[in-house]
Structures are given as C-alpha cells and as structure tokens.
C-alpha cells in the first residue's frame, strides 16, 4: 500500500493499513537483505521513521498508543544505527570533497575518506551480534503490527478531521519553535530540531496527498529540499563532534586545519539556505493550516461517502439481477 491515507476509507482501517504496509517492508528488507545487510538497515530505517511519523497523527486521541508504539520503534532502531552511522561520516566527507575549493582541501578530505572508511570497517568487524540484533527487530516489526490491530479509532469524518488538525497544528507549533531557535541561538541541536521538523511535515503532507494532491506534492517538493539541505548540515555536525573527540584520526595539524576549514565554511551555507528554505516552507501559519487541513479531509470523506451512498441508491432491482448473472456466467 501507498504511504497514504485515503479519506474515502474508515481511518482506522487506513491508518493500520499504512503502518503495516511500512512494517512488513522493513521485515522484508531485513530478512531478504537485497544489497547486504547494511543497506538493508539503511533502508528498513527509513520505514520506522516514517512509521513513527504515522503515529503522531493519532496522538490527540491516542496518547498512549503513540508514546508506547513510537518508543518501541525508536529503540528498536537504535540497536541498528552504529555501522549505519559510520557509513554516513564516509558519505559525508566525499560530499566535502565534491565542494573541494582547493588541491590541497581535496588532499585533506581524501585523507579523511580513507580514515573513516577503515573506522567503518572495523566497526563492522566488531558488530559480531549484527545478525541477532536484525532478528529481534523483525520480532519487534512483527509485534509492532499486532499492536496497530487493538487500536480503534473513531472514524467519522468530522471527529477525524479534528483529529488530524489537532496533530497537525502541534506539528508546525514545534516547527516555528525549531525554526526561531535556529535564527536565535544557531546551535548544531536546533538545526537538527528543524530538520527532525522538517522530515516529520513532508511524510504528513505525503499522507494527507489526496486531499489537495497538487498543493500537497509542491509542499512536499519545499519540505524535501529543506530536509536535504539540514541533512547536509547535520551530518557535518556529527562529523565536527568526532573531530573534536578524536582529532588525531585526521592527520597533522594542515591537514586537520584544512578539513575543519571545509566543514565550517559548507555549513554556514548551509544553514543560510535552510533558513531561507524553512521561511518558505513554513510560511502559513499553524492555526491557519491546521483549520485547512480539517476542512479538506471532513469534505474529501463526506464527499466519498456521499458518492458511495449515491450509487448504492441508483441501483435497481434489475441492474442488481444483471450483475448476479454475470457473476454466475463467470
């Protein structure tokens, strides 16, 4: 199933539809492991966040079920991160060197490539546990899903919309708030706030697509462009903490001065453009989205509803005869 909730379908259906559907992906992902198992984490990763994204949409009349699910997912994922981590260090030091200013920078970061990758590999090495710990995260999928099938959900369109707007609004709250700590304060943390913001609002505007799918997919196009760029700046603030940790992994003291260089200079572009990108993105304010988005849903459902009830109506005893026949001639 699409990482979509339809309106013409009982929400609760719906919603335990979707997180199955991103569940049973990341059991697959993890038991099959396609292209080797750490890209399998990669991959299965990325359905829990989404999952978890899912989750918050029934926070307002499922308060427990979400912080119990959401908890269950995040630490499940945790036990997966460490190889994952350091496989990202490697993909963000050559995304420096494709920003190279200079040969001698490009020298630095090659130096450094090489360092993390042998750091990656040992980890690897040393993860001799990896196939248990994939294991008990599929036991955990498994779990995950019997726990969506006791959740019940009122799914009248109107208590639904209210729903949905509620979560939505709480939503974009902690994404002005991420936003105005960034302009204020410029710490790694509150980047990573917007971003976690930021990725949080493009999956809900990917779930709520067929209420408005045109409006929607060009908000979805802003909020991907904006999680890109705080990707970037993220993973340069990880690797900044390592350096700081451990500067003697990145050669004299040129070379160490070279790449922190590159860092610095990457990452205040960075954040420039994010922050103009988050102005654009959330640029509606929260009250007025929210109102919005209930609108669209309890009209989209209604609307559903009424055509359904339409067609029951218009037909007759004798189209109701025809189609039993075709249905007995097959």
């Not at 990880?238 to 860092?263: K, R, Y």
Request: proline content about 3%; glycine content about 4%; charged content about 30%.
């Amino acid at each position: 199933m699409a990482y979509r909730l339809r309106p013409a379908k009982s929400f609760t259906a719906e919603f335990r539809s979707v997180a199955e559907s991103q569940l049973s992906r990341a059991i697959h992902l993890l038991e099959k492991q396609p292209d080797g198992p750490h890209e399998a984490i990669h991959d299965a990763r990325k359905k829990f966040k989404r999952v978890r994204a899912l989750y918050r949409l029934v926070q307002p009349d499922a308060r427990e079920f979400r912080r119990r699910e959401n908890a269950r997912i995040r630490d499940m994922a945790m036990t997966l991160s460490a190889v994952r981590d350091a496989t990202a260090l490697v993909e963000t030091v050559d995304y420096l060197a494709s920003q190279a200013v200079s040969a001698e920078e490009m020298a630095a970061l090659a130096f450094a490539s090489k360092t993390l990758t042998k750091r990656r590999d040992r980890i690897a090495s040393e993860e001799h546990d990896l196939p248990a710990k994939m294991a008990a995260a599929v036991d955990t999928c498994r779990e995950a899903i019997g726990a969506t099938e006791g959740l019940e959900l009122d799914n009248d369109p109107r208590k639904t919309a209210k729903r949905l707007a509620k979560a939505w609004r709480k939503q974009r709250l902690r994404a002005h708030g991420a936003l105005s700590a960034c302009e204020e304060h410029a710490d790694a943390e509150a980047y990573h706030e917007l971003r976690k913001c930021g990725q949080t609002y493009w999956m809900h505007l990917s779930l709520l697509d067929d209420i408005w799918p045109s409006a929607m997919l060009a908000k979805q196009r802003q909020a991907k462009e904006l999680v890109d760029l705080l990707g970037h700046e993220h993973d340069l603030s990880v690797l900044t903490g390592l350096v700081n940790e451990s500067p003697e992994l990145f050669g004299d003291s040129d070379t160490l001065a070279l790449m922190l260089g590159a860092i610095i200079a990457r990452q205040q572009a960075l954040r420039h453009e994010a922050l103009e990108k988050a102005e654009d993105v959330f640029a509606d304010s929260p009250e007025a989205e929210s109102a919005l988005i209930a609108l669209l849903w309890e009209k989209a459902a209604t609307a559903s509803r009424k055509e359904r009830r339409t067609a029951r109506i218009r037909k007759t005893p004798e189209t109701g005869a025809k189609e039993t026949a075709l249905r007995e001639q097959a």
